[in-house]
Structure formats: C-alpha cells, structure tokens
C-alpha cells in the first residue's frame, strides 16, 4: 500500500532529561515522512524569554506573576533548516535553536515547566498542531496529557551517567565550557522537579513500549523505533 493510503498515526515520545529522545524522534519523523515537534524547545523558549525580560530573579526565582501577565507575547514556531534538514525553534520569529540549549536555559527551565499557565498554552499549541496526526512529538507528558490517544507511545531511559556523558559530549562538542559534574546534578535536578511537579509530571504511560537505550547506538535505537512503527502501522494495513 502507498504511503499516502495509509493512516497517519501520532507518536508520543516521553522519558527523561538527555536521553537521546529527540535524536530518534527526529530521524523517525524524517525517514516516515512526519512533522517532528521538539515540545521541550517550546518550555525552553519560554525560559529564554523570561531571561531576556528580567523575569528571573536575582536568586535564580521566576517571577510567575510577571509571566503570567505577558504569556501572550510568547509565540514559538518551527521552521525547517535546510542545512541540518531539522526544524529551527523560533520565539517570535526570532531563531533561538542555539541560545535554548545553553545551560543557563537548562537550568530554569524544569522551574518555568513547572507553572500551570504556561503548561496550559503549550499543551494547547502542541495539540493544534497535532490535530491531523502524522507527527512525532517528544517530551515528558506527552503520551499521558497531550496525546493520550496517540496509537504510539514510547518511553525513553538511560542511566544517569550516560545521560549526562552524552549531553557534556554535545556541550563540548558545541564549543560551550561545560563541567560533567555540573552537567549531571543539572540533570537530575531536573528530573526530580520534572517528575514531582502537580501539573502533567513525567511518568510513563501505561500502554507505553519502554526503551533503555543505555547500550544501543543511535542506529540501534533507530532500527528499534521503526520496527515498532512499521509493526502498527501494518496492523491498519491487514
Ligand atoms: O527535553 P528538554 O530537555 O529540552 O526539555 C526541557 C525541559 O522542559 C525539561 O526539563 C522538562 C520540560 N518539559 C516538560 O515539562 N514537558 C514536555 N513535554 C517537554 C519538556
């Protein structure tokens, strides 16, 4: 059967801090044709925002009312870039993908998350842009708040070291200074706040595949992925 004939299911990709989640989201969303949305992007043009708008205090607090108060003023978007063959974040039509990875960013964007107005205007941007299915969407809830009814979900793990020597790797490898053991309480602080928040914390969703990806490579956890995918999506074919 053609592509075009076939149902275009979403796929919900959850799981913890750096672990390679929106590596393989990416390259299935690519490889099937799909819409890829990094929803972690989205929370961190949020705190970037806050960054640049004196929102964040002096002792590293978010000024939640003051965000509240201008949430309306934070537009993010995706854009294909046509070198990287990868959608760019974009906070207003700025493109931010490399000031939202940096560890200042990482470093308030569990608290920012955390806030229920902003999880309510991501949450509803993530779902009108998956309303025609067809995307791949990684993040912490999204198997459990944004798609609950997604045919796919997937959660990701890997042990901790792993995790952080992977996410030093990519710091260093985009020439940012960066100390592993400040990158790995970074990680699992964020962890804790992610999995204990009120408001859709990371958990896994019951009717969701695991992978521990500690030992695969990137072109294992790739191979895994699709094999899941085209195991779905047959079973709307037959
Ligand atoms: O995936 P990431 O590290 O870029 O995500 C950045 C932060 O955003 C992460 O600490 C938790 C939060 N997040 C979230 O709360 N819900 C999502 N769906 C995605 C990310």
Redesign the pocket.
């Known amino acids: 059967m053609k592509d075009s004939c076939m149902k275009r299911i979403t796929i919900a990709i959850d799981g913890h ?2 672990c390679g ?2 590596t393989m989201a990416k390259d299935l969303a690519r490889e099937i044709g799909y819409i890829y949305i ?4 989205m ?2 043009c949020c705190t970037l925002f806050c960054i640049e708008q004196g929102l964040v205090r002096a002792d590293g607090s978010i000024d939640a009312e003051g965000l509240e108060a201008r949430m309306g003023e934070i537009h993010v978007s995706f854009r294909l870039n046509a070198e990287t063959g990868r959608p760019d974040a974009y906070l207003n039509g700025v493109n931010v993908e490399q000031r939202i990875r940096t560890m200042e960013v990482s470093s308030h ?2 608290p920012v ?1 955390a806030l229920p107005f902003v999880r309510a205007a991501m949450t509803a941007q993530q779902q009108a842009m998956g309303r025609e299915g067809g995307i791949v969407m990684d ?4 198997g459990t708040a944004v798609f609950p009814d997604a045919e796919l979900k997937i959660f990701v793990t890997a042990s901790d070291e792993i995790r952080a020597q992977r996410r030093y790797d990519e710091l260093i490898g985009k020439g940012e200074a960066a100390d592993f053991d400040e990158v790995l309480a970074n990680l699992r602080e ?1 962890d804790r706040i ?1 999995s204990t928040r009120a408001v859709a914390p990371l958990r896994q969703a019951e009717d969701a595949l695991v992978l521990d990806n500690s030992h695969l490579t990137i072109a294992e956890q790739k191979q895994w992925l699709l094999e899941q995918y085209h195991r779905l999506t047959d079973e709307y074919v037959h």
Request: glycine share 10%; no cysteine.
């Open positions: 801090s750096s989640k929106s990094d929803s972690g992007a929370y961190r964007v569990s998350a993040g912490r809830d999204i964020r992610d």
